[in-house]
T-cell receptor, first 108, second 113 residues
Framework: TQLLEQSPQFLSIQEGENLTVYCNSS?????LQWYRQEPGEGPVLLVTVVTGGEVKKLKRLTFQFGDARKDSSLHITAAQPGDTGLYLCVRHNNDMRFGAGTRLTVKP | DADVTQTPRNRITKTGKRIMLECSQTKGHDRMYWYRQDPGLGLRLIYYSFDVKDINKGEISDGYSVSRQAQAKFSLSLESAIPNQTALYFCATSSGGSWNEQFFGPGTRLTVL
């Protein structure tokens, strides 16, 4: 059973476009992380969000944690080919659970 | 040099064979983890260890065993491999800080025929 739903599962866009991917659950998270995984490599942490309503920015990436701490979004502005990868959300409660990920392809 | 290394990077084996995947880390972390990744399912935790004398089952431990030989080494064994264990396997470490950032190795692609 998937405790975290990530959408969309696949996304292919042109360089320069904006995009948003989502991570949703029916249960409350104590905290949530976003990782990016590039082909042939392990995931790498992008951000951790803890407080409901929190917004964090990492260059062109904006992460938001929902007010009720059940969902999160990742918005990328002016996507670049280097943003290509699998974006994974990870929720923390008593354990860590990964979502299945959104596979993003940014075409030049 | 990479902080978390895994050997082998690729392995093809046959049903019923015993396989060991090895993980080493130079980050000095106490916590180590083994995950498997399957398309559409994300990463699922197999086993984890918080120090050399500590072994804990994760979400999908059946068919696997682990050994924590030292702080820096954590190996995963498949005693009798079966085809549905074909997957990408990742080792990770963490310091156990508040938000438990995990540092992953490059993965081992295992195919069981």
């Amino acid at each position: 059973t998937q405790l975290l739903e990530q959408s969309p599962q696949f996304l292919s866009i042109q360089e320069g476009e904006n995009l948003t991917v989502y991570c949703n659950s029916s249960s409350v998270f104590s905290s949530l992380q976003w990782y990016r995984q590039e082909p042939g490599e392990g995931p790498v942490l992008l951000v951790t969000v803890v407080t409901g309503g929190e917004v964090k920015k990492l260059k062109r990436l904006t992460f938001q944690f929902g007010d009720a701490r059940k969902d999160s979004s990742l918005h990328i502005t002016a996507a670049q080919p280097g943003d290509t990868g699998l974006y994974l959300c990870v929720r923390h409660n008593n354990d860590m659970r990964f979502g299945a990920g959104t596979r993003l392809t940014v075409k030049p | 040099d990479a902080d978390v290394t895994q050997t082998p990077r690729n392995r093809i084996t046959k049903t019923g064979k015993r396989i060991m995947l090895e993980c080493s880390q130079t980050k000095g972390h106490d916590r180590m983890y083994w995950y498997r990744q399957d398309p559409g399912l994300g990463l699922r935790l197999i086993y984890y260890s918080f120090d050399v004398k500590d072994i804990n089952k994760g979400e999908i431990s059946d068919g696997y065993s682990v050994s924590r030989q030292a702080q820096a080494k954590f190996s995963l064994s498949l005693e009798s491999a079966i085809p549905n264990q074909t997957a990408l396997y990742f080792c990770a470490t963490s310091s156990g800080g508040s938000w438990n950032e995990q540092f992953f190795g490059p993965g081992t692609r295992l195919t069981v025929l």
